[in-house]
């Protein structure tokens, strides 16, 4: 399968999962993107159209090296705490067409660690 056939496939898979996963003001959307580098999350409120709280591999200050189960476990932590900071309790995930496994399930387990409830 090559990569452009698989990257569509996501796409498609994606699109399927957020027909029925909608963040709200109340209960905004914590969605994921890895890529071969970096770990990307995000808490999003669909109804207004903003990101509320943001974390990556990318950033220079959480000082993670590769894009692996334990950098997407720290990224999963600063994310929850920093949406705990702008009170934020209650999220719904949106692993973004991929897999609940590896690192977007090591993501998803460090922010419940970290106090947020999907």
């Given at each position: 399968m090559s990569q452009v056939e698989r990257d569509g496939a996501r796409h498609h898979r994606h699109r399927r999962v957020r027909s029925r996963v909608v963040g709200s003001g109340l209960r905004p959307r914590l969605c994921v993107y890895r890529s071969l580098r970096h770990v990307y999350a995000q808490v999003v409120d669909d109804g207004s159209g903003r990101t509320l709280v943001a974390a990556s591999t990318?950033?220079?200050?959480?000082?993670?090296?590769?894009?692996?189960?334990?950098?997407?476990?720290?990224?999963?932590?600063?994310?929850?705490?920093?949406?705990?900071?702008?009170?934020?309790?209650?999220?719904?995930?949106?692993?973004?067409?991929?897999?609940?496994?590896?690192?977007?399930?090591?993501?998803?387990?460090?922010?419940r660690a970290a106090g947020l409830e999907f």
């Open positions: 990318a950033e220079r200050t959480l000082n993670t090296k590769g894009a692996n189960r334990a950098s997407a476990a720290v990224v999963g932590k600063v994310v929850g705490e920093r949406a705990l900071a702008a009170g934020i309790k209650q999220v719904v995930f949106d692993r973004g067409g991929y897999l609940y496994h590896g690192r977007v399930q090591a993501l998803a387990d460090a922010a």
